[in-house]
């Protein structure tokens, strides 16, 4: 075989996304031919697509040694990275390929969506907009914009962009979709299915406007006929584990565990590593009162991701089912560790420390809540009268509740538990 040979085969083999083979052929072509940085680079962006995110990166920094500065591959490395999760690598790659080339829209694309990822959405507009000062006509970054101003919650202005490209390119699939999402936001049902349906009628295999679609019929109609959009969204192999994890989520949060638990299912077993979708699995079967099983969902979640707090929170709430308090404790104290802001968390380990009889450590977790964070936060409020009964200081607890009656003189529900709590008290007094 020639070089020639193996390398039309491995771009045959990519085409067809038989990565395997293309890999094959693309290591075939340069034993023949080394140091070819065009194979390098599709072999490079095969190992990524296959996950193998180390070796892609050392393939990329062998490419980079022989022609120093090559655009495209700093382009595929800074892309390997923000694959890989590391989006300051990313960042930094990037930035240098942009700086060289302000002309490569989609170096500035990936440099926007590493600054979305980092959660850092100012700098990422601003990285899209000089896209449109460069290139007016780009409408590739235009539906990023459009895209990330819709999650900003700019709907009219994510409208207005997404109109905009569709009036330039008509067959444009993503900016009728997105209008469909932004339709479904502000509760318009029909428009959104109007804009889903013309998606289907260039391409009926659209995987999103069919899952938007399910998603309609599950709010408005019928579960069967739901299930129509969301089998056919699952039909495509690209989609298929983002939306089996959305159909998780949102079957859960409907109470429809038994779908959701199939679709968790699907989404593990095509990526049994990924920590989201393992931790939903274990807080769903919790909630179902498997805590066993949970729990060992909840495990291998950890194990994938140490510092997911999400896990160790839901872990520690399986732990508490079970009346297994040192192991709920020590879970949520490892919950607060990596994620130290999170309120209810906060308040749920000071009712653990109730539950234990820690009540002094109770009262500091419920005072922590008050004084760090909201001084009117209900549930700390709440239990700290009760730390204080349980420590035996009755008039603290009822000064502490006839003050909380009067912040909350509006709130029929709270002053019910208010008073719920004073008239214990005053049996007690």
Known sequence: MTFQDAYDKGNEALKHNQLADARKFFEEALKLKPNDIYTMNKLAMVLKEMGAFDEAMKVLDDTLKIKKEDLYTNYLLGNTYLEAGDVDKAIATLEKTVK??????????????????????????????????????????????????????????????AGEILRKDPQN????????????????????????????????????AHYYIGRICLETSSLEE??????????????????????????????????????????????????????????????????????????????????????????????????????AIYNLMFALNYEPDDVYAVNVLGRMFLDVGLNDRALRTFDQVLQEFDANDKFALLGKAEALEAMGSIADAEILLQNARKTFAADKVMLEKIDGRLNKLGKRS
């Open 173 to 208: 699939l993503s900016s009728m979709v997105l209008l469909g999402r932004i339709a479904i936001e502000s509760g318009d049902y029909p428009a959104a299915q109007g804009h889903f349906n013309k998606a289907l009628a260039i391409d009926a295999n659209n995987s999103e």
């Open 100 to 161: 060289q080339n302000p002309q490569d829209r989609y170096a500035r694309n990936s440099l926007a969506l590493a600054y979305r990822m980092k959660g850092d959405y100012e700098k990422c507009v601003e990285i899209l907009k000089k896209a449109l000062e460069v290139n007016p006509a780009d409408l590739y970054n235009k539906l990023s914009l459009a895209t990330v101003m819709f999650e900003l919650g700019e709907g009219n202005e994510a409208k207005r962009l």
């Open 226 to 327: 739901a299930n129509i959009h969301f089998t056919a969204a699952l039909q495509s192999e690209s989609e298929k584990l983002s939306i089996s994890k959305n159909l998780g989520m949102i079957f859960m949060d409907k109470g429809m565990y038994g779908e959701a638990e199939a679709q968790f299912a699907t989404a593990i077993s095509l990526d049994g590593e990924d920590e989201f979708t393992l931790s939903n699995m274990g807080k769903l079967l919790v909630m179902q009162g498997r805590h066993d099983e949970g729990v060992e969902y909840l495990k291998k979640a950890i194990k994938c991701q140490p510092d997911y707090a999400f896990a160790y929170y839901n872990l520690g709430k399986a732990y508490q089912e079970k009346k297994d308090y040192p192991n």
